[in-house]
């Protein structure tokens, strides 16, 4: 049984290493090979926000149908023509695989819009939450 007098000369080692234990940050998880779930579900939460209840206008002309939970393990988002009789989508974004693998595709992805789209898309799906 070690005496106070055995430890006295660890003590000043044993205060420096609690001292800077406790300066390190807490690891955080991160998942290395986000499923297509886990990619969809970002760039769905984001599309609704920055494209649909900001009132973008680029926008305003669609509606917007989140498809997330899919036994094709293909999760997506469709938009549509708002108002319209015709529901075939005009954009289908959706990923698949793990890690996921995005796609975009539509009569939309042939507009001027494309670009925005697919920057926006890619924005999210790495993680980027603004608009």
Do not use: H
Request: charged residues 20%; hydrophobic residues 40%.
């Amino acid at each position: 049984m070690p005496t106070s007098r055995g430890l006295s000369p660890f003590l000043p080692f044993l205060a420096v290493g609690l001292a800077l234990s406790s300066c390190q940050s807490k690891p955080v998880a991160v998942r290395a090979n986000p499923s297509a779930l886990d990619v969809m579900e970002k760039v769905a939460v984001s599309a609704n926000r920055c494209w649909f209840k900001s009132g973008d206008p680029a926008f305003k002309s669609y509606s917007f149908a989140p498809e997330l939970t899919s036994f094709s393990d293909r999760p997506r988002i469709l938009l549509t023509r708002k108002g319209s009789a015709d529901i075939r989508p005009l954009l289908v974004v959706q990923a698949e695989g793990r890690p996921a693998r995005l796609s975009a595709f539509g009569p939309l992805m042939n507009e001027p819009i494309a670009g925005r789209i697919n920057t926006d898309v890619n924005k999210w799906s790495s993680g980027s939450t603004g608009c």
